[in-house]
């Protein structure tokens, strides 16, 4: 019989991460614990979420997980192999399968967008960072390079960044803070013949993400999976612990943060 890892939250990390109702819904993998936790969640949105996380690591748990995490200027922690980010988007399942499916594309890009939309009251620089942290996985190692994108725009309804892949097409990523619709990420990759759409919903919703790709021959709809980010960053978390593996999410978050023009 397997043994369930335990998992311990703050507050805040709790109501961000959605962190009951995922341990609630992965009963054989994860407990709540008020001991000692294998897991520990931490919210990302205030400062020193890293001190946080290695004084966890240091006091005994086995991984940490970042809930939608901000930047900061301090380098990694020495334990940033085992730190996890659950962001919003780039978590969910759909953000790899899109990856795996842009890297089969045939013809040169033309054009790259994404649209990001979110309701009031969230962080435009922490869902800037899930935003390019999905945009980024999803193009590939060296399409977007450093200082790619300048800001265009930018207040409390959005913003708006501008650029260039490495190719030289064209590339737009917004962000519009509404009511009107629910959260959602949508990814669009134009090449000369093809195309790949990628539609990501909010994490709170039990609706699946979409991923559309256009050939020649016709479009296909690849599998999808219902499966939300926040359940897929402690399913992935658990995997690690199974199998011993060292998380890249760093690796990940320096790669998005430095597409933009600082």
Known sequence: ??????????????KSGAVDSVVASLPVSLAHTISQPDIVAIDGSGTAWMQKAQKALDDGARAAIIISPTLESDPAPKSSSRILFDWAFASNPAVQKAAEAAGRLVSPAVLLESRLVVPPGVDLNQVLLDQLTAVTEIVGEGAL????????????RG????????????????AVVTTAVGPNLRVRLLTVEESLTASIPGPDTAAPAEVYVTTPEGEVLLPMEYESAHRSTWRRATRK???GTDAQDFA???????????
């Open 145 to 156: 390079p450093a200082n790619s994108l300048r800001c265009i725009h930018a207040d409390d």
């Open 241 to 243: 612990l199974s199998e």
């Open 252 to 262: 990940r978050l320096t790669k998005a943060a430095s597409v933009v023009h600082a």
């Open 159 to 174: 913003y708006q960044f501008a650029g260039k892949l490495a190719s030289g097409a064209p590339v737009t990523v917004s």
């Open 1 to 14: 019989m397997n043994v369930p890892f335990t998992v311990g939250a703050d507050e805040a990390a709790r």
